[in-house]
């Protein structure tokens, strides 16, 4: 049994060693800072289309939407994000982000004068929206560095416990070794007891100038001299 509660033990330590993985965390602290600058760059994309409001400025318009589009769809749906997106402080951004993503879609597939005429009010929204995506990306890292403090305490209680697993099955082993060599010992005594008294017994049995007969409880003689 404690080798099995030692196993589970260890398995439980390679999960939380897995949670805390670096390379997950920083890839979640780069998708958040990531949307903010895409964010940035939409807004700077609108003001360049309002200061000059042509095919070509309404078309790096659409790419830098669709950019930010996709990115906050990533927000969305990543499992990696799935604890930010249950974070109650940070449910509220995300539905204003998610808002802003849903109502200029239309907005941005329709025609150029319809993306023109909404290009002030677009740029107004672009800049809240970055300054949501920014205070999103601080909250985030500060609740993955919660998560992760509380997970490194885990894993600290966790080796705390497997060591003393491992003492006490290290311990329960030793007593038994302990216990079985008293008993090889006092099995190997009884029998060279058996052994000396069987032979003092045939020795007097043997060497007596009397006849000697040994009977047995069903009176059945089973050894005599002579």
Excluded at 60 to 72: E, P
Excluded at 85 to 95: A, E, G, H, K, M
Aim: glycine fraction near 4%; hydrophobic fraction near 45%; charge should be negative.
């Amino acid at each position: 049994v404690p080798s099995v509660v030692i196993l589970m033990l260890v398995w439980e330590v390679r999960v939380q060693m897995t949670q805390l993985d670096d390379a997950a965390t920083e890839n979640v602290q780069w998708t958040l800072s990531q949307a903010e600058a895409e964010a940035a760059d939409l807004e700077i994309a609108l003001l360049e289309a309002l200061a000059d409001p042509q095919p070509s400025t309404l078309v790096n318009v659409r790419l830098r939407y669709d950019v930010l589009y996709s990115r906050i769809s990533t927000i969305t749906s990543a499992s990696v994000l799935s604890d930010l997106r249950n974070s109650p402080s940070i449910t509220q951004l995300l539905d204003d982000t998610f808002e802003f993503r849903n109502r200029w879609l239309p907005v941005v597939d329709g025609p150029d004068d319809a993306l023109a005429a909404g290009l002030p009010e677009f740029r107004e929204d672009a800049r809240t929206v970055r300054d949501d995506l920014r205070r999103l990306a601080l909250d985030g890292v500060n609740l993955f560095a919660l998560q992760r403090d509380g997970r490194r305490s885990d894993v600290e209680q966790l080796l705390y416990t497997t060591a003393v697993a491992g003492v006490t099955l290290i311990s329960v082993l030793a007593v038994l070794m302990v216990a079985i060599m008293r008993l090889a010992k006092q099995r190997s005594k009884e029998a060279q007891d058996n052994f000396e008294n069987r032979e003092r017994t045939e020795t007097i049995i043997g060497t007596s100038l009397d006849a000697v007969v040994a009977v047995n409880g069903n009176n059945r003689v089973i050894e005599w001299n002579g």
